[in-house]
């Protein structure tokens, strides 16, 4: 990892040529507590997020799934997320401010710095594209195969990792990229084996979903560089400011898409109580994957979520009467092969640092 500007401002601090970072012995216990504490707070959200991405995935698929009488339209349902998780920010942002400061801080932050609100508008566009192509995927795929194949993200991810932050990852994890791309198609191959319910196409799934994994890798680094850019903008306030653009053109995509339903029906058809579950908690999700970026990195978020594809796999085994094939499970294990040998590599490093005395970059020793 490279280091950063942080690195000059701590008065604790002194660099080696090597770009590793010596501090004196008593500063050394205090260093230890703020790792100690990020990573208490790192291990917390990945453990949530990949519970939350588990019941995500089953929920999502069984609200696409089930036999009803009026289906819901999805387009709708992303409208809906966008305009919750915009209130949790905007509630979460009055939090942190006085009343009058917090309708001060949304003018200062949002109305008075159009090119700052602007900069999040790329993240928010490419979010709303792939969570409604998340929804054809789900209508088209079983659970587990759309859990799988969503993990094309960490391979996405990574890439644009190293086009868009310029870090660098070493042969053995792009090797431990590589075995995960072979896992994801081979489960894909499951989807001929699987049962199809009727009108399901599983090539229309996959493509859906191998493009939202593109915007989605996308998207996360993108955010990942604003967020932990020079503006001093909170992490709910960045949210809010996606909103600006989220709102609206999800809402402009419900017209697109399914102007005559919703003309017909009206918004909330087919909204019952497992739908308004789904989207309330597509909205958790959501900003549970913000939180996430912002203590830990999308490649590490990613890497969690694929832990979720074993509590979905025995999910859907109870919800959907899914029945593993043999190349499903040798894809699977694949899957989890490769985030272990990525995750080595990154312990090791992390255990040889600590041997040596050494903190690999002062951000995550000091700064959250
Ligand atoms: O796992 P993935 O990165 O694809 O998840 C992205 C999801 O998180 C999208 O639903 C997106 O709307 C949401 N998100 C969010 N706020 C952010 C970043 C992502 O709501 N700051």
Sequence with gaps: MSRNDDDDKHPLLHSTPEGSVKIPVASVSIG?????TKGNMKTTI?????????IHTLLIRYSRAREVDAMFVST????LTEVIKCFICLFLVAQEETPRRFIYALKTQILEQPFDTLKVCIPAMIYIVQNNLFYVAASHLDAATFM???QLKIFTAAIFTVIILRRSLNTTQWFALGVLFVGVSLVQLQGTASKTMDGESPFTGFVAVVVACCLSGFAGIYFEKILKGSAPVSLWMRNVQMAVF???SSFLAIYMQDAKTVNEYGLLYGFDSIVWLTVLWYGIGGLSVAVCIKYADNI?????TSVAIVLSTIGSMFLFDFIPSLTFLLG???????IFLYSSHQSMVAALGRLR???????EAFCL
């Design 32 to 36: 230890r507590e703020a790792t100690q």
């Design 148 to 150: 799988i194949t969503s």
């Design 300 to 304: 590490a978020k990613n890497f969690a």
């Design 357 to 363: 005395g050494e903190i690999p970059t002062t951000k």
């Design 246 to 248: 989220a709102i609206p």
């Design 332 to 338: 699977a294990a694949l899957v989890i092969f490769s």
């Design 46 to 54: 990945l453990v949530w997020l990949t519970l939350q991405n588990s």
């Design 76 to 79: 709708v349902a992303v409208w």
